[in-house]
């Protein structure tokens, strides 16, 4: 993820946690449990207080465009919001890599499906699983590897290193590729017996 689109999103989620933390915090102070335990110098809410009496409502309900406007203005924000997760779901995803010419392309579940594959006929690797991620000038791999419990971590990733994210840094030069490597070890259970 680029460090514009994680600025992005921390910024996004910190303005939403702050207005619904204040708006908690106002309606709380409402409530006669929290106000009494308020600082004497925090504001407070009054106990009689009424957000929207019955008369303002009818005023409101009148106004022929008041529903529609409020409906429109929610089905927008959900749109938006609906757009926002699933522009972040599939930007990352690598669809396809323009190799030189314009009609050559390597698509990108195929060299990561190659990359895992590779990965997986090292020895002492269980499974291997590879997601690429990044764009026409960078490309990230995520690799993760189950290793059996009597490999060595150091000759797996010396053999990844020089065999199959070598041969994947090749495939796709000019662009850098990176890759990210997670190793979990499967663990052997001992059988239980009856």
Avoid: Y
């Amino acid at each position: 993820m680029s460090r514009m689109r994680n600025a992005t999103n921390r910024t996004v989620l910190f303005c939403l946690a702050a207005a619904l933390l204040g708006a908690g915090a106002v309606l709380a102070s409402a409530t006669g449990p929290v106000r009494d335990r308020l600082p004497a110098g925090w504001p407070r809410l009054g106990t009689d207080r009424v957000w929207l009496d019955g008369d303002e409502l009818g005023r409101w309900r009148d106004e022929g465009w008041w529903t529609p406007a409020v409906i429109a203005a929610l089905s927008v924000a959900v749109l938006l919001l609906a757009a926002l997760v699933l522009v972040q779901v599939r930007r990352g995803l690598l669809r396809e890599l323009a190799l030189g010419q314009p009609e050559v392309t390597l698509s990108g579940p195929a060299l990561a499906a190659a990359l895992a594959e590779r990965a997986g006929a090292i020895d002492g690797v269980d499974d291997a699983r590879v997601r690429l991620r990044g764009n026409a000038r960078r490309l990230r791999a995520r690799i993760t590897l189950t290793l059996r419990p009597d490999t060595s971590p150091d000759a797996v990733l010396h053999r990844l290193a020089h065999g199959a994210v070598a041969e994947a840094r090749a495939a796709t030069a000019p662009r850098a590729l990176d890759a990210d490597v997670r190793l979990t070890v499967r663990s052997h259970r001992a059988r239980r017996l009856r």
